[in-house]
């Protein structure tokens, strides 16, 4: 009896052990982020309207949007902001369809808009760098071209803007359009596009805000992100060598100019929902890769060891994202292998239900914090509050994205840069031919033998 109480214990300190890790981590300073955030959504500061609103260029890069430009131009168009202080460049990264047939019909249509279209080459850092020098405004907006909008978004960018003279830079937020997610058919795809739809909310709106309020922000969206047009140009510009130019930019301004780069958490920007798992798949590895990159060229050695994690919150970011990702593997792989060592299965699925509710208590606390930011948008907010019920399973949506990254950290090592990716099947194609060539190596050496 006094053996299998002390194998017993063994077990569980094991896996204690384990779980102490994603607690420590991760769990605990998730939830008191999330109370923080939620204190602060219930003390917004109020912002006041300058006596003149100032001159802003929108830039909006294209390559292929006919499907989506209009509807771009068109948010525009609606905004809230006065057509007379807005210059609209349209950057055209050598479209092969019709982008620019439905830009000169937009053109048309929001006569009173003042927009221009340039070509480039391709590549959205190109498209970028040539817009900044054909801007005139006081603040200079990029935004995806296969997006919308929200009425009130330039406007209350612009406020926070007019309100600290110390911002040098803005994210919006960008979630995923409820009303696409609503209109797609296919229940597993919907159910997917939900699960992103909950991930950029608390992204966004939980994890952003509470990392601009030490200036802390990691990256700016590439999908809808603003600058002070003087601190654009005493950076290096957009980066073309790597596939994070929006992150880099982030960097440049933060870490190089020592300037604050914060969110406008109500500034909302509407995007198609994923259309599947390949592209999430490709998607998410592009943005492991971009923030490998940037962090590499902008954290110095003696400013990355394990000693500066409390102090220095790249450190404690790059340990969080990647370097735990490392053991988080062996940890799931252990657990598989330990069963052939007649290690209780009990302890093993208690284990993993105890860290699935840990993640499920997080997300709880998010789903707070995020539904009292979304006061201001009641359609929005209300959309989200039906979702309750994707607290429960963007742990394993979470899980399947901290997969996809490690490939990518993988893939960083061993590939150039692109900046689509292979797609799943290509990949598995690839290591199946891998497996077949090294197995009949071995082969062929023991027929030697």
Not at 23 to 47: C, F, M
Not at 285 to 292: A, F, I, M, S
Not at 353 to 373: A, K, Q, T
Request: glycine content about 4%; overall charge positive.
């Amino acid at each position: 009896m006094h053996y299998w109480l002390e194998l017993t214990f063994f077990k569980m300190g094991f896996w204690i052990t384990w779980t102490i890790i994603p607690v420590l981590v991760e769990i605990l300073p998730a939830i008191v982020s999330a109370i923080r955030v939620y204190y602060r959504g219930r003390h917004r500061p109020k912002l006041s309207l300058p006596a003149k609103l100032p001159f802003v260029t929108i830039v909006v890069p294209v390559y292929n949007s006919e499907d989506t430009l209009y509807d771009c131009l068109n948010s525009i168009a609606q905004s809230t902001y006065p057509a007379d202080a807005l210059q609209v460049i349209v950057v055209d990264n050598q479209s092969t369809d019709n982008s620019f047939a439905v830009f000169s019909e937009a053109q048309n249509v929001f006569s009173e808009l003042n927009m221009s279209v340039i070509r480039t080459k391709k590549g959205k850092a190109n498209a970028l760098n040539i817009a900044m020098y054909n801007a005139i405004g006081t603040y200079i907006i990029n935004i995806d071209s296969d997006g919308r909008l929200e009425p009130h978004a330039l406007m209350n960018m612009v406020l926070q803007f007019e309100n600290d003279s110390h911002i040098a830079a803005l994210t919006g937020t960008v979630l995923s359009n409820r009303d696409e997610i609503q209109a797609t058919k296919k229940w597993r795809l919907r159910l997917l596009q939900k699960n992103e739809y909950f991930e950029y909310a608390q992204a966004f709106l939980s994890g952003r805000t509470i990392e601009s309020t030490h200036n802390q922000l990691f990256t700016m969206s590439g999908a809808f992100s603003a600058f002070r047009r003087d601190v654009l140009f005493n950076t290096f510009m957009y980066n073309t060598e790597t596939v994070g130019e929006d992150t880099d930019m982030t960097f440049q301004i933060r870490q190089r100019l020592g300037d604050k780069v914060s969110l406008c958490a109500e500034a909302l920007f509407f995007i198609g929902p994923i259309s599947g798992w390949q592209e999430l798949y490709t998607q998410r590895q592009r943005w492991q890769r971009g923030e490998l990159e940037a962090t590499q060229n902008y954290i110095s050695d003696d400013r990355a060891g394990l000693s500066k994690f409390f102090s220095n919150f790249l450190v404690r970011r790059m340990m969080i994202d990647h370097t735990f990702m490392f053991p988080k593997m062996i940890w799931f792989f252990a657990s598989i292998v330990l069963l052939f060592f007649r290690y209780s299965p009990v302890v093993l699925i208690a284990s993993y239900i105890l860290i699935y509710l840990l993640y499920v208590v997080v997300e709880i606390f998010n789903y707070i914090c995020v539904r009292s930011l979304l006061l201001p948008f009641k359609e929005e907010r209300r959309f989200y509050g039906h979702l309750w019920w994707v607290i429960f399973t963007l742990p394993g949506y979470n899980l399947v994205c901290f997969w996809i990254r490690l490939v990518g950290t993988i893939n960083m090592m061993t590939r150039p840069l692109d900046w689509n990716g292979q797609r799943p099947a290509a990949e598995l194609s690839s290591v199946k031919q891998q497996v077949r060539a090294d197995w009949q190596q071995l082969w062929h050496r023991k027929k030697d033998q």
